[in-house]
């Protein structure tokens, strides 16, 4: 291969830039894109695809949105630009659009936000008067992956109304429903901010595109990183050539194993370490002699600038000897089954039983047995910021420091450190603003590895940003598992035993070790009484991208096999889908329910709180049931075919073993709060962490600074993954706020010398219950517990006003939810529209209803996709067969419903201070169940059954097809 590196010669362009004349001298070759964010320092647009698809990188260009990947720098020369930067008013405050995002909670990670932006700016100032429809199309070139869209159309149309100086509309009202509890929550004790839909302190700096992702920082004398990679399956590495990709100008080094430093060659940690893994594999920084995924990274080219290096690293040539690939999960066991590493004996990584009570009774007595075969596919998170990774050593102090976006900074510390051998307390992690993460970026990478070992050999700070194809080809995925069961039930449908086997493709690695497979395990029992179980799981080892947690870890699939064999039992015993289930509830008065498994966290699954037959019955209520028969009945008399479908799921969630806390109260009066060991990647976190800390410290929020995704402060902390930081990090805050209460109340009543109980904390300042004026400012009492040189305390008082807690949750909690989806099956075409969602949810004490909100209708987006739009296929060799957005779909605004209605059950936990329970993946996990049960409504008669997702539009083709649907006389019979 000849690949010539053509540089042009630099040439000047003048345009405005938000207003400003502004002339540059430009390298031509540039994309408008990086032409902002990294000459220009306009890191407000973002690249979320760089192939014209996702729209995050939308600035207006004459008024008009571009995309800024797709264009030169020097085609803006004599043009008006405006980027993010240039739409909040003058004074800097937010403009109409960008205050509705506030006000709607239209943004959470606030990635694809400026692109939305400038998107419905142009919008908008051509249709001022846009109806819902409308605003959904203007913005379906645009991928959000958080908020499911919803909340951006509200936002558009609530700008809209205020720029017609109208009254702002009233949108869509979710109910609330408390559940009877005498569980010990103190949460909303006095709370003035607990409980309420207070408006994220995130929000301003994204709106503004003055967030800090990880490719946002500037360092100079940077090295730029490109990887090459491995364009087999698996293959053996017979020899590598870099001459080429060494003589490129501006190519610093092209490293591949053997260059690395000798200490910087280990393997990866595993995450979740076992021994019950027989032959466990974990990715070496570069592969040093076979490699066993196509895109595996095989050499790293560091260079001055990223288009160098990425020029430069299509110039290595690398010779492979190809080898046998791994990959059918139905034939992975068999004796001559190619291995996917040649030196293992098989790739069987562990054959493990779950089981309790007695199998063989349930099925010999049993009136009715059911049997399937279950499917559930290979996808991944595709948060809308790829992984990125700056590392920069300090060589006076030996400091590392990384930022990275990822989510579980103390790990990526532990896992950093043990693989390059270096001195923990010497590593800062930062995760800055996070783009989405969603549970693939809970890991280290190798990638992480080479910039951090590169940093430190060399000296100068190293950067690796990802780009799509390589966030396609090698960030982890999840979901595919074969599930072969059957069901035992009486001549009543009540269930007697389940039994079968579980197939989970690991991939080529096992960096979580097997949470995945065991959470889906445990989690098919769902909210039911299932008497006996016993369920084989192996665990195969493929020539694939490794496999860990992606929204809903496992559970989907779990939900989907047993929500899919319930609907299979109701059908054959004649029973409705809902009464089945009705039938083989755990009932409130069994709680707390001992299920008989194991859970992920080593112990007894007990469900701790709930209701779960009102939460079905409140769904259906959310439906709408017997108004939906009607129009179902109506519309199949135009041939017309509507579904409807429901499903219910109990997701373990809120896993110890800690998280910590640590509270200052400085001398000026504010708090300090740091809960670094929480990675933010929207979720509104430091909102969160205020609100708690406000209520318990009896001030504003506004007075409190909240630290998170940093590892400088707190010595320990675990990371932000399965649904577990409010549990684990808000009744660390909550604690720990209480105990700085309590301090500052014992010096206060010291001070003023009144007895402790006479002391209150009111707007910043303790005084004496029912004497406001007997009072002392919060910054007053920092200053006299840090006392005054050489002087000695009062008695009884400790120095300073800093409080540190961990809190360990005593059992994970269950969250529990029933989903309800309405679907138009178009059978011309295959297409499958869900036209209305619900979802009747019990999370706990919501300490911020807004913000969980967002987050449910945001994961039943990525359940509507997991279900009908996202497939990460591969052909028989193991090749990806999608690494872009046009080859992989994800839900746009007009593939989501106009509304999505919710329900909040809240019956909060006894295990935990605050109550609460998980909410960030509830929305995904019962999607996949509820809408294909709708399609088979839909189509009930033609009798058609999926038992596999994706539902692409040719399977129902297919099977229609294979029905007889598409006869002469089918088509004239309604
Ligand atoms: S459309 Fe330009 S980055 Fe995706
Ligand atoms: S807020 Fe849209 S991608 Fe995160």
Not at 121 to 138: I, K, Q, Y
Not at 195 to 218: C, M, N, S, W, Y
Not at 517 to 541: E, N, Q, R
Request: proline share 6%; charged share 20%; glycine share 10%.
């Amino acid at each position: 291969m000849d690949q010539r590196i053509e540089f042009v010669e630099q040439r000047k362009i003048a345009f405005e830039l938000n207003g400003q004349a502004t002339t540059c001298d430009i390298d031509p070759r540039v994309t408008l894109g990086d032409f902002l964010r990294h000459q220009l320092g306009k890191t407000g647009t973002h690249y979320g695809c760089e192939h014209g698809v996702c729209g995050a990188c939308t600035v207006l260009v004459d008024g008009r949105s571009m995309r800024s990947c797709l264009q030169l720098c020097g085609q803006v020369d004599g043009r008006k630009v405006t980027t993010v930067e240039g739409l909040a008013n003058t004074d800097g405050s937010l403009g109409i659009l960008q205050q509705a995002f506030q006000d709607r909670h239209a943004l959470q990670c606030g990635y694809c936000t400026p692109g939305m932006l400038t998107t419905l700016t142009e919008f908008l100032r051509t249709n001022p008067g846009p109806s819902e429809v409308e605003v959904r199309d203007a913005i379906s070139g645009n991928i959000c992956r958080c908020t499911g869209y919803q909340a951006i159309v509200e936002a558009a149309l609530l700008a809209a109304a205020r720029m017609r100086g109208e009254p702002d509309p009233v949108f869509g009202v979710v109910t609330a429903h408390s559940i009877e509890s005498d569980s010990p929550s103190d949460s909303t004790v006095g709370a003035r901010y607990v409980g309420k839909p207070v408006k994220r302190t995130e929000d301003p700096a994204l709106l503004k595109g003055e967030g800090q992702f990880v490719d946002d920082i500037h360092l100079p004398g940077t090295l730029h990183c490109c990887f090459v990679r491995s364009s087999h399956a698996h293959a053996r590495i017979k020899h590598v050539d870099k001459q080429a990709a060494e003589a490129v100008p501006g190519v610093r080094h092209v490293w591949t194993f053997a260059e690395l430093d000798e200490a910087h060659r280990r393997p990866l940690p595993v995450l979740a370490p076992t021994h019950m893994l027989t032959e466990p594999r974990m990715w070496s920084p570069l592969a040093s002699d076979e490699v066993c995924y196509v895109g595996e990274a095989i050499a790293v080219v560091l260079a001055e600038s990223r288009y160098i290096a990425e020029d430069a690293a299509n110039l290595v040539q690398i010779d492979y000897e190809v080898l046998p690939v791994a990959s059918d999960i139905t034939k992975i066991f068999d004796p001559d089954a190619p291995r996917a590493h040649s030196d293992v004996p098989t790739n069987l990584l562990l054959d493990m039983p779950f089981a309790f009570g007695d199998v063989d009774s349930a099925f010999a007595r049993a009136a009715h047995v059911v049997k399937r075969e279950i499917f559930h596919h290979r996808g991944t998170a595709h948060p809308m910021e790829c992984r990125a990774t700056l590392a920069r050593l300090d060589g006076a102090t030996g400091e590392l420091t990384v930022w990275n976006s990822g989510q579980a900074p103390h790990l990526e510390r532990r896992l950093l450190a043990q693989a390059l051998g270096y001195d923990e307390a010497k590593i800062r992690v930062i995760m800055p603003d996070v783009g989405g993460a969603f549970g693939p970026k809970g890991i280290a990478y190798p990638e992480e590895l080479v910039v951090a070992s590169a940093a430190l050999k060399l000296g100068v700070p190293v950067k690796w940003t990802e780009d799509r194809r390589e966030h396609f080809l090698c960030i982890t995925q999840e979901r595919d598992q074969l599930w072969n069961l059957e069901m035992a039930l009486d001549k009543d449908g009540k269930i007697l035993g389940v039994r079968g086997s579980v197939v989970h493709d690991n991939g080529a690695y096992v960096p979580w070790g097997i949470v995945v497979p065991i959470i889906a395990v445990t989690s098919s029992l769902g909210p039911y009484v299932v008497p006996a179980f016993d369920v084989k799981l192996k665990v195969a080892s493929t020539n694939m991208v490794p496999t860990t947690p992606v929204r809903g870890a496992g559970r989907p699939k779990a939900v989907f096999a047993m929500e899919r064999m319930l609907d299979a039992a109701a059908d054959q015993l004649g029973l409705a889908r809902l009464e089945i289930r009705r039938r083989n509830f755990v009932q409130p008065d069994q709680l707390p329910y001992k299920t008989g498994l194991i859970f992920r966290d080593g112990s007894p699954m007990v469900y701790d709180s709930g209701d779960y037959p009102q939460t079905q019955e409140k769904a259906v209520e959310l439906a709408g049931l017997d108004a939906f028969r009607a129009r179902q009945e109506g519309a199949h008399a135009q041939q017309r075919y509507l579904g409807i479908g429901f499903a219910n799921y109990v997701e373990g969630c809120g896993l110890g073993p800690y998280e910590g806390a640590e509270v200052t109260l400085q001398n000026d009066g504010r708090i300090h709060l740091d809960v670094g060991g929480a990675g933010a990647q929207g979720q509104g976190m430091k909102t969160i962490f205020a609100q708690i800390a406000a209520d318990q410290l009896g001030v504003e929020m506004d007075a409190i600074t909240v630290v998170v995704g940093d590892t400088s402060r707190l010595a320990m902390g675990i990371g932000t993954f399965a649904s577990r930081i409010t549990v684990n990090a808000g009744n660390a805050v909550h604690i720990a706020c209480g105990k700085l209460a309590g301090k500052i109340r014992g010096l206060a009543a010291h001070a003023l010398r009144v007895p402790l109980d006479q002391i209150e904390i009111v707007r910043g300042a303790a005084r004496v219950r029912g004497q406001p004026d007997k009072a002392l400012p919060l910054g007053q009492i920092a200053r006299i517990s840090y006392g005054i040189a050489g002087f000695t305390l009062p008695d009884g008082l400790d120095a300073g006003m800093t409080v540190t807690h961990y809190f360990s949750p005593r059992a994970s909690v269950y969250a529990n939810g029933t989903a309800f989806a309405e679907v138009e099956v178009d059978i011309g075409t295959g297409y499958v529209k869900v036209l209305r969602y619900g979802v009747a949810h019990d999370c706990g004490t919501v300490i911020n209803p807004m913000l969980v909100e967002g987050q449910v209708i945001g994961a039943i987006s990525h359940g509507i996709g997991n279900t009908l739009l996202e497939r990460h296929g591969y052909d028989e060799n193991a090749q990806p067969l999608a690494t872009n957005f046009a080859e992989f779909l994800l839900p746009t605004a007009l593939d989501m419903p106009s509304h999505i209605e919710m329900a909040h059950l809240v019956s909060p936990s006894p295990n935990n201070p605050l109550g609460v329970k998980g909410a960030g993946e509830g929305g995904t996990i019962p999607a996949s169940a509820a809408i294909v049960s709708a399609i088979e409504d839909a189509l009930s008669r033609w009798s058609i059954r999926f038992d596999e997702t994706p539902v692409l539009p040719e399977m129902i083709f297919d099977r229609l097809h294979a029905a007889g649907a598409y006869s002469d006389a089918a088509l004239d019979t309604p």
